[in-house]
């Protein structure tokens, strides 16, 4: 099952993703660096106890890789997510267009 799946962090923000072989157990690959940055802002209880939640906005069976990959930029410019500020997506790059 291919799935396109939201990441959302204690710090607030988001990763879109997506996974060709439907693991419940993937969880991304944004970059940690960034992540980690925003995580030493966090109180230290919280550092020490927290939850990662992953939500799956969408799923197929049948449909092609090139159609998984649009459909993941689809997620990523709807939730805004390559925008530094709300999400840890950093392609496609954020053109600094806020949209309501």
Known sequence: MKQIYKIT??????????DSIGSY?????PDM??????FASLPK???????????????????SES???A????FI??????DPEIGYNRWPKFNGEKTI
């Open 33 to 38: 660096q960034v992540v980690n940055e925003d």
């Open 9 to 18: 962090y204690p710090t607030g923000k988001i990763y879109i993703g997506k």
């Open 67 to 69: 159609e998984l990959s």
């Open 45 to 63: 209880s919280v550092r020490q106890d927290y939850t990662i939640r992953k939500q799956i906005l969408w799923e197929s069976e049948d449909c």
């Open 71 to 74: 459909k993941e930029v689809e």
């Open 25 to 29: 157990r993937y969880y991304g690959s």
């Open 77 to 82: 410019r709807e939730f805004r997510s390559n």
